[in-house]
């Protein structure tokens, strides 16, 4: 299906006065004729007649009339044949038997949590409707279709990382409609479309990272181990999903523009043993600093000493230098001096 754009006169107003002064034309007729049939005047009937007719079927012309704002569009369909698409905003007139067309119209999603205050539960995506109440209620009946940037966002899904993990994970996607046409007819609903659509892209992506670095782990398909994980490279990861969503949803005329991770952790059941690791890898690694500057300062102090020849030490004097030294250096307390007052030997 590929869109029409109408480039229809902007003569809704023009065409409201007209109507409405045959209307009142129309009334004005039919009060004439029925005063010349009380006279019994012959050309009476007729007038009556045709004022009758035009006050009976005059206000078909009125819904031909169509208010667009910025940012909105109307498909614009006759007898079931798509007519086109009316995109700027201004007051038209088009054919009155023109129907607008918008599936999603009734489609009401709220951001963060379902309308129903999270009692459906199985609801994934949600889609964040910005204004009041109204103002929101009014957009979903209508038949137009908003072209404005808009935001998707999903409840917290659990998902197993590459190495069976199980992590809790929420995206924001901002979209917009580009193809009017696409989006009504190639699919039956284009925002419940988009929504599924971007939980399984949200799936596959994310069961190729790790939730932290993990060696052997090829996150960019080329056969070769790298570093890439979701806390780690979430931009990388969110560009990826972005893309994997837009050929998604290619064919319902919807362009991704962005895709942000707004929520990332462990799982609850694994979280405290995630955390526990993460201490223990954290201590390791600064347990490995401390010893690298604590021999770095041992081998200086020997060095220096010998440069200096400050004191003499063989072999048994500077192990056991070395040993005090890195006792000090090394603890976690502050150490207690042993003061020597007889000979070093």
């Not at 479309?193 to 932290?212: G, W």
Request: charged share 20%; net charge neutral.
């Amino acid at each position: 299906m590929t869109e029409k754009v109408l480039n229809n006169k902007k003569n809704g107003m023009a065409m409201l006065l007209l109507f409405g002064l045959l209307y009142a034309a129309a009334i004005g007729l039919t009060v004439l004729g029925g005063i010349g049939m009380d006279n019994h005047l012959l050309w009476a009937i007729p007038v009556f007649v045709v004022g009758i007719i035009w006050v009976c079927v005059g206000w078909i012309p009125f819904m031909g009339l169509k208010v667009l704002k910025p940012q909105e569009a109307l498909v614009l369909t006759l007898f079931g044949r798509y007519v086109g698409t009316l995109k700027n905003e201004g007051f038209y007139f088009v054919n009155p038997f023109c129907s607008g067309v918008n599936p999603a119209a009734k489609t009401k999603l709220g951001q963060s949590g379902d309308v129903d205050g999270g009692r459906a539960g199985n609801a994934v995506l949600n889609l964040a409707i910005s204004g009041s109440a109204g103002a929101a209620a009014a957009e979903s009946a209508s038949k137009k279709i908003s072209l404005k940037v808009m935001t998707l966002s999903n409840s917290r899904q659990k998902i197993n990382d590459c190495l069976g993990n199980p992590i809790e994970i929420s995206i924001a996607v901002m979209w917009r409609v580009v193809d009017t046409a696409k989006a009504v007819f190639n699919v039956d609903n284009y925002k419940e479309y988009l929504s599924l659509q971007c939980d399984s892209a949200v799936r596959d992506i994310v069961r190729i990272y790790p939730y932290d670095v993990a060696p052997g782990v090829d996150t960019t398909g080329d056969g070769v181990a790298d570093e890439g994980s979701l806390r780690g490279s979430s931009e990388t990861v969110a560009r990826r999903i972005r893309d994997k969503i837009q050929q998604k949803v290619e064919d319902a005329g919807i362009e991704i523009i962005e895709a942000r991770i707004t929520y990332l952790a462990y799982a609850p059941e694994i979280a405290a043993v995630m955390l526990q690791r993460q201490q223990a890898s954290a201590i390791i690694d600064a347990r490995k600093m401390i010893v690298d500057g604590a021999v770095g300062m041992v081998e200086m102090a020997l060095e220096r000493l010998s440069e200096n020849k400050t004191v003499e030490l063989d072999e048994e004097r500077k192990a056991a230098m070395v040993s005090n030294l890195l006792v000090v250096l090394c603890g976690n307390r502050d150490a207690q001096p042993v003061v020597n007052s007889g000979s070093l030997y």
